[in-house]
């Protein structure tokens, strides 16, 4: 893939459902094996409603993007500065086909841009996602604490930006 072919950028509202698809795709190829498909279902069910997706494209004080690739998306971000100097990466999912081909990586880049005077990023990232887990190890994020979430255990994961 050719870098000039991805672009990333702040998503609109009619890109609500193509990023819904890209949470649910992601979610199924991540979550099945650790919770079974129906669970996921439910769960990506409530957390990626329409409803829910829109009203944080719409969100003044939340970064919402998208990659897209030749018009079709491809991945998506979400993320929000809940206290200062800390940023706080709800969402970072890249659609199975295009994971290991750096939308991921070109993503979170695009994150840190629009925050430049962050001194961290946080997040959390279930412990039974090896990809998720390994992508952020490799991105210089430790793990700083646990914690429990819809049965799932997270990894809440720090870097330090400053």
């Avoid at 500065?81 to 993503?107: E, H, K």
Wanted: no cysteine; aromatic share 8%; glycine share 10%.
């Amino acid at each position: 893939m050719d870098d000039a072919d991805l672009l990333i950028r702040p998503a609109v509202m009619q890109d609500a459902e193509d990023a819904r698809r890209v949470l649910v795709e992601t979610w199924h190829d991540t979550y099945d094996p650790l919770l079974g498909s129906e669970k996921v279902a439910e769960i990506s069910g409530r957390w990626h409603a329409i409803e829910v997706l829109t009203q944080q494209i719409g969100s003044p004080d939340a970064l919402f993007l998208v990659a897209e690739h030749s018009g079709r998306l491809v991945g998506h971000a979400y993320a929000l500065i809940p206290q200062p100097d800390v940023l706080f990466l709800s969402r970072l999912y890249v659609l199975p086909a295009w994971q290991r081909r750096g939308v991921g990586t070109r993503m979170l880049g695009a994150v840190l841009e629009r925050y430049p005077g962050t001194a961290r990023m946080r997040l959390n990232v279930e412990a039974g996602n090896g990809k998720g887990v390994a992508f952020y190890l490799r991105h210089g994020f430790t793990v700083v604490g646990e914690r429990a979430e819809e049965g799932l255990r997270h990894l809440q994961m720090e870097e330090v930006l400053r």
